[in-house]
């Protein structure tokens, strides 16, 4: 299995301000992923975080937006840029633990989240 | 492209009586599905998932989920819910073959009542 944690647990910010989350994992981990979750609603997938190269984004996400790192196997970060009302959402990390050929892949680990408001 | 419904967005249910959360599914290839619970302020935690074999999958505290494939179904359920099972429940489907991302239900909110 694998431990995720997150930085900052929960922010208010400033419209027109920038705001970076920390995903740390406890071990190595093939695939990376950010996940937004609206108040009220389900999880949105943002993008994935790919180790040395840029972030996959799903439709209605782009880059300039959303920017992501992955300098290693057990680190990633989203910024959120230029934030507005309509960001405040909790920010979720997730990864899949390498485990072994057999053990597959198959499971999804989440961080507890970070609750962004946007004021 | 995968995608999952869940139908009911809360369920209300008095403390020992039985539950049924439920799921469907739509894919064109093959599937893992899961369902993860989020307690109050918290993150996901996995309740169980269906990889491949038997149908009936148990999970943690006591509940299960049955995969149907004719019916595209993986409904959730508990004989005797307690209170503390009040959480947000979401159902999940990824195409099989690990590494993939994972597409969410809309969630079900379960409330459980004295």
């Known amino acids: 299995s694998a431990v995720i944690s997150q930085k900052p647990s929960r922010d208010i910010c400033q419209r027109g301000t920038s705001l970076t989350i920390q995903c740390q994992v406890d071990s190595q981990v093939t695939m990376m992923f950010w996940y937004r979750q609206q108040p009220g609603q389900s999880l949105t997938l943002i993008a994935t975080?790919?180790?040395?190269?840029?972030?996959?984004?799903e439709s209605g996400f782009v880059i300039d937006k959303f920017p992501i790192s992955r300098p290693n196997l057990t680190f990633s970060t989203l910024t959120v840029s230029n934030m507005s009302p309509e960001d405040s959402s909790i920010y979720l990390c997730s990864a899949t633990d390498r485990g072994t050929r057999d053990a597959m892949n198959t499971e999804a680990f989440f961080g507890q989240g970070t609750r962004l408001t946007v004021v | 492209a995968q995608s999952v419904t869940q139908l009911d967005s809360q369920v209300p249910v008095f403390e020992e009586a039985p539950v049924e959360l439920r799921c469907n599914y739509s894919?064109?290839?093959?599937?893992?599905l899961f369902w993860y619970v989020q307690y109050p302020n918290q993150g996901l935690q996995l309740l169980l998932k269906y990889l491949s074999g038997s149908t009936l999958v148990k999970g943690i505290n006591g509940f299960e989920a049955e995969f149907n494939k004719s019916q595209t179904s993986f409904h959730l359920r508990k004989p005797s819910v307690h209170i503390s099972d009040t959480a947000e429940y979401f159902c999940?489907?990824?195409?099989?073959?690990?590494?993939?991302?994972?597409?969410f239900g809309t969630g079900t909110k379960l409330q459980v009542i004295p």
């Open positions: 894919s064109s290839v093959s599937v893992y």
């Open positions: 975080a790919n180790q040395g190269s840029e972030a996959t984004y």
């Open positions: 999940a489907v990824s195409k099989s073959g690990g590494y993939q991302k994972v597409t």
